[in-house]
């Protein structure tokens, strides 16, 4: 079992940057792949980045490519979401998800623990 929780979401004018964490618990996190996802009201739940269990591969979604960066620290078993040059429509409840399945990376159906999400607010 792992447990995830995130934090350093907020309020954030246009063009300016966030660090989110995903600070997990239980069994040690860099056993798992790990991945960010979102969703904002009325919409289905998205893929902005994942990091595979070595660390060595990261994956993003078209809309996040070149803005946001995923990392995971394994000393401190937490994972991040360093985001730049944000946009309104980055707006939404950001997830951070685990799994030791390594089936699929970009669907929420390959993850099999989440965090309780934490709200990006980004403001034109």
């Known amino acids: 079992q792992v447990q995830l929780v995130e934090s350093g979401g907020g309020l954030v004018q246009a063009g300016g940057s966030l660090r989110l964490s995903c600070a997990a618990s239980?069994?040690?996190?860099?056993?798992?792949?790990m991945g960010w996802f979102r969703q904002a009201p009325g919409k289905e739940r998205e893929f902005v980045a994942a990091l595979s269990w070595s660390g060595a591969t990261t994956y993003y979604a078209d809309s996040v490519k070149g803005r946001f960066t995923i990392s995971r620290d394994r000393a401190k078993n937490t994972g991040y979401l360093q985001m730049n040059s944000l946009k309104p429509e980055d707006t939404a409840v950001y997830y951070c998800?685990?799994?030791?399945?390594?089936?699929?990376?970009?669907?929420?159906?390959?993850?099999?623990?989440w965090g309780q999400g934490t709200q990006v607010t980004v403001s034109s």
């Open positions: 239980g069994r040690t996190f860099s056993s798992y792949a």
């Open positions: 998800a685990a799994t030791g399945r390594f089936i699929t990376l970009r669907v929420p159906a390959g993850y099999d623990y």
